[in-house]
């Protein structure tokens, strides 16, 4: 089975960056959309940004000019550099993947275990 393993969370101060990375490993022919979602106590779990296969790439406008993700196709591995951090970007970070594994006939959609990113005030 496809594992997607995170890294890179932490504690940081207002103002400050964070790089998450996201690795996807095992039986993998090919992974479309790749992106990061985040999930506050309390709050709804919200898409942070996708990237597409292509490169192509959305944003939620919380993060718009802050946050960029991209990917490197070779180690299917998806990052997320963010800046100007926030209290309001505390949750915990999910990565996921859509992928298509060597002995399956379709894409499915893979999580990462969550990373934690608390940013203080």
């Known amino acids: 089975q496809v594992q997607l393993v995170e890294s890179g969370g932490g504690l940081v101060q207002a103002g400050g960056s964070l790089r998450l990375s996201c690795a996807a490993s095992?039986?993998?022919?090919?992974?479309?959309?790749m992106g990061w979602y985040r999930q506050a106590p309390g709050k709804q779990r919200e898409l942070v940004a996708v990237?597409?296969?292509?490169?192509?790439?959305n944003y939620a406008d919380s993060v718009k000019g802050r946050f960029t993700i991209s990917r490197d196709n070779a180690q299917n591995t998806v990052y997320l550099q963010m800046n100007s951090l926030i209290p309001e970007d505390t949750a915990v970070y999910y990565c996921?993947?859509?992928?298509?594994?060597?002995?399956?006939?379709?894409?499915?959609?893979?999580w990462g275990q969550g990373t934690q990113v608390t940013v203080s005030s």
């Open positions: 996921n993947a859509d992928v298509l594994g060597t002995n399956t006939d379709r894409f499915y959609r893979f």
């Open positions: 095992g039986s993998i022919l090919r992974i479309a959309d």
């Open positions: 990237i597409s296969s292509s490169g192509s790439t």
